[in-house]
């Protein structure tokens, strides 16, 4: 007599999913864009966060190593590295972004202006005033 068991699939790949928020509030970030490339292949996959800040990526080969990229308007772009993956398991990735600080220098360009009244006269124009004795101080 033959009894069979049941076959059970194995399974060959994983998964990430994780949260995007800002380290200032700690609010989610909605539309945070993360770039997950698969470092010894160069592939790469995108998507974007959800309301609640969310994100996953599936369906993705084991081991790695990976790098995430994490990137959203007004904020510092966060890089995870070596992140490794294990058959049939979801890693949880946590990221926290810090609001970017732009400094703006305002620098003067202009040359500087001389504001009072004066005029400049040569000697040949003195020599031409109608005077008498040709003498400008009488």
Same mark, same amino acid.
């Given at each position: 007599m033959?009894? !069979? !068991?049941?076959?059970?699939? &194995?399974?060959?790949?994983? !998964?990430?999913?994780?949260?995007?928020?800002?380290?200032?509030d700690g609010l989610p970030l909605v539309g945070a864009e993360v770039v997950l490339l698969h470092m010894r292949s160069g592939n790469e996959k995108t998507v974007l966060? @959800?309301?609640?800040? @969310?994100? !996953?990526?599936?369906?993705?080969?084991?081991?790695?190593?990976? &790098?995430?990229t994490t990137q959203a308007l007004g904020f510092v772009t966060a890089v995870d590295k070596d992140i490794f993956l294990t058959a049939g398991r979801t890693r949880d990735l946590r990221v926290g972004l810090r609001l970017a600080e732009e400094v703006i220098n305002i620098v003067d360009q202009m040359a500087p202006r001389n504001l009072s009244a004066k005029t400049v006269v040569s000697a040949s124009s003195i020599t031409e005033l109608p005077s008498i004795a040709r003498d400008p101080r009488t």
């Open positions: 033959l009894i !069979a !068991a049941p076959a059970a699939a &194995q399974v060959t790949t994983s !998964a990430i999913r994780g949260t995007v928020t800002s380290v200032d966060t @959800n309301d609640s800040g @969310n994100f !996953a990526f599936t369906g993705l080969r084991i081991g790695g190593p990976y &790098q995430a």
